[in-house]
């Protein structure tokens, strides 16, 4: 078996920060690409940062310049999100891709999401 697990959302005011965390557990050989995803009401969900094994990172525009993807081990990514405005709020999901143990492929894990609201 194999979780992905994000913690870290709540409740912020506009200008504020929050960590976000992602952990992977189980039965897992291999974690390759990580990534955070965000989903608004009403949108479809979108990318908002990603991290390679080797440490190359890619941000949405929308938040270049305030949030900052980084990877913990190798089974662990975080996003420090600065400066959040309204427009933030969504359900942050995790998406980790890796390999199980006696399994040749590589496969997308998504997270249930955490909800990030910032209001006044």
């Known amino acids: 078996q194999v979780q992905v697990a994000e913690s870290g959302g709540g409740l912020v005011q506009p200008g504020g920060s929050l960590r976000l965390s992602c952990a992977a557990s189980g039965s897992i050989l291999s974690i390759n690409d990580m990534g955070w995803y965000r989903q608004a009401p009403g949108k479809q969900r979108e990318l908002v940062a990603a991290?390679?094994?080797?440490?190359?990172t890619t941000i949405a525009d929308s938040v270049k310049g305030r949030f900052t993807i980084s990877r913990g081990n190798a089974r662990n990514t975080y996003l420090q999100m600065n400066s959040l405005s309204p427009e933030d709020t969504a359900v942050y999901y995790c998406?980790?891709?890796?390999?199980?143990?006696?399994?040749?492929?590589?496969?997308?894990?998504w997270g249930q999401g955490t909800q990030v609201t910032v209001s006044s």
């Open positions: 998406k980790a891709n890796l390999r199980r143990m006696w399994d040749s492929q590589w496969r997308d894990y």
């Open positions: 991290i390679t094994v080797a440490g190359t």
